[in-house]
């Protein structure tokens, strides 16, 4: 039997569209969206959810963003402009970045995005440069390195004191910063932003982070009588991979993150927040396979079987970035009995370029189809040419129907901006 994939065959998908090649669901994507609106929008008042596109950001993807009624976390012009090509609402828009330049800030003010959030001080002066240019208020959020070391890779934790991002909690850097941002008449400053890390499996950094900043905000008030309106609590929310548990439904964090600035606004005297959240992954990585081909199959006496693959770490780079598992089976022997072992080798001049080691599979052989689950986020996003692979298409499946939302790249793309 072929592995069915939300009501396709994908056998199918494989001869249709040919492989490598990434297939989304947008039923498991809206399911998600209207989790959130369920059990956090709509259950708690004054509250705001983007959706953080660096996990996947297409035009496609930010079409059912919009419709959806959620915002969007960019990262760059070019996520930005991305979601500028198919009209997604600005004002829903939040800007990222360490490191934002001024063509990039420039797209940003001039397409009036709602909020942006600086990470420090030396891009606060360039913004309300550029906001006095235009003659513009720019609405802007602090990113605070909140101090909290959360437990996952450290690639991807990103709320430690050392952190390349954000504004310090020290005293004389943030409240210099706040005196800077509320003495500009360009500048609303609303409130603050965290982002402890990713793919996080319990809300421990979550609850750590906020009552860190509900201290700040505290102190704003008292201090600087400062008042914050918003508190962007970022995103984070781990999903199901090989190695980790089940994806935890999305009240478990919300919940917990509400009623604990619920209660610290009300004992510390301070206006309650509008509250934000901004998961990527959490919304988009189940909702995603890849099918590959396997090729050429080896074996030795007392070594390890590979079998190689037709993509790899061009288009998932996870496992040789941060020894990321993966769960993966035969499309064309999805019932067949596990009787093999093989290490799902990549395509690339690399011995990191392994994708799945010791997977567990019915014996297999030249031509059969290798799916990759929970490839929805980060996969496309961080795909790249490397050894000159094509990037593969997208299909995305809807209602049981699938199409085409980004086509195969070909040798001619690959090298035609090249002299
Ligand atoms: N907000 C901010 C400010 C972020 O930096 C991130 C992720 C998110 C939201 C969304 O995080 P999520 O909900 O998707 O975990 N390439 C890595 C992940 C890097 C995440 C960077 N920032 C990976 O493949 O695991």
């Known amino acids: 039997m072929n592995y069915n994939f939300y009501g396709v065959d994908t ?11 990434y297939v989304m669901s947008e039923d498991y994507i809206i399911e998600r969206c209207e989790e959130i609106k369920k059990d956090f929008l709509n259950k708690y008042e004054n509250t705001f959810a983007v959706y953080a596109g660096k996990a996947f950001n297409t035009k496609t993807m930010c079409r059912i963003i919009a419709k959806e ?41 001039d397409n009036n995005v709602g909020r942006i959030v600086v990470d420090n001080i030396s891009e606060l002066e360039q913004i309300i440069e550029l906001s006095k240019l235009k003659s513009k208020i720019t ?3 602090f990113r605070i390195t909140p101090g909290v070391d959360s437990h996952t890779h450290s690639y991807i934790s990103t709320g430690d004191i050392n952190s390349k991002f954000g504004i310090s909690l020290n005293e004389e850097i943030l409240y210099k910063a706040i005196k800077i941002a509320t003495d500009s008449e360009f500048i609303n400053l609303a409130g603050f932003h965290f982002h402890v890390g990713s793919q996080l499996d319990n809300n ?34 781990g999903i199901k991979y090989a ?49 590959y081909e396997i090729g050429n199959i080896k074996n030795a ?76 986020a980060y996969n496309y996003s961080m795909s790249n040419n490397y050894n000159k692979l094509p990037i593969p298409a997208v299909v995305m499946i809807k209602n049981g129907e699938d199409r085409i939302i980004v086509k195969r790249q070909s040798y001619e793309e690959m090298i035609n901006r090249e002299i």
């Open 11 to 21: 056998v199918y998908l494989a001869k249709k569209y040919g492989t490598p090649l």
């Open 69 to 109: 009624g959620l915002g969007l976390d960019v990262v760059s012009g070019g996520e930005l402009f991305t979601a500028l090509s198919v009209n997604f609402p600005s004002q829903k828009i939040i800007f990222h970045g360490n490191n934002k330049s001024l063509d990039e800030l420039t797209l940003a003010i």
């Open 139 to 141: 609405k802007i959020l």
């Open 204 to 237: 421990d950094s979550h609850l750590k982070a906020t009552t860190i900043l509900l201290n700040t905000m505290q102190k704003a008030k008292n201090d600087l009588n400062f008042t914050t309106k918003e508190l962007n609590v970022g995103g984070g929310f």
């Open 243 to 291: 190695d980790s548990n089940n994806r935890k439904n999305i009240s478990y964090f919300t919940d917990a993150i509400m009623e604990l600035i619920k209660t610290g606004t009300n004992d510390k005297n301070l206006d309650m927040p509008l509250v934000i959240i901004e998961p990527g992954r959490w919304i988009v990585g189940e909702s995603g396979i890849t099918i």
């Open 301 to 376: 006496p007392g070594l390890s079987t590979y079998a190689g693959i037709n993509g790899g770490m061009p288009d998932n780079p996870r496992p040789a970035l941060y020894q990321a598992k993966y769960e993966a089976l035969i499309a064309n022997k999805s019932n067949i009995e596990k009787n093999e072992i093989v290490t799902i080798a990549g395509k690339c001049c690399e011995s990191g370029d392994i994708l799945i080691k010791d997977l567990e599979v019915p014996q297999v052989k030249k031509g059969d189809l290798l799916v990759v689950k929970s490839t929805g």
